[in-house]
């Protein structure tokens, strides 16, 4: 039996690299907490674009962490142009 993966690569585009390296900041210790059996989860920066690449076994978990990493983004960048 094989066993799938699915995988999401997701570029978002910030005002600058310095509210793209911030926001980065911010999530970079939550992706180290994501159990190993749950998937994998990078965030990764070319110029002020945010990449995200996110990797589960399940397409719902993929959908799930997609949300929940945008989300995250969007919060901080919400509270860095506050």
Do not use: H, Q, W
């Not at 994501?34 to 399940?58: M, V």
């Amino acid at each position: 039996m094989t066993l799938k993966t699915y995988r999401a690569k997701i570029k978002v585009s910030a005002k600058s690299n310095r509210f793209a390296t911030s926001i980065r900041d911010a999530l970079a210790p939550d992706l180290k907490l994501l159990p190993k059996t749950e998937g994998r989860a990078e965030i990764s920066l070319k110029n002020s674009d945010i990449i995200f690449t996110i990797e589960t076994k399940d397409i719902a978990s993929l959908r799930a962490s997609v949300n929940s990493y945008l989300r995250l983004a969007d919060a901080s960048y919400k509270c860095i142009t506050l």
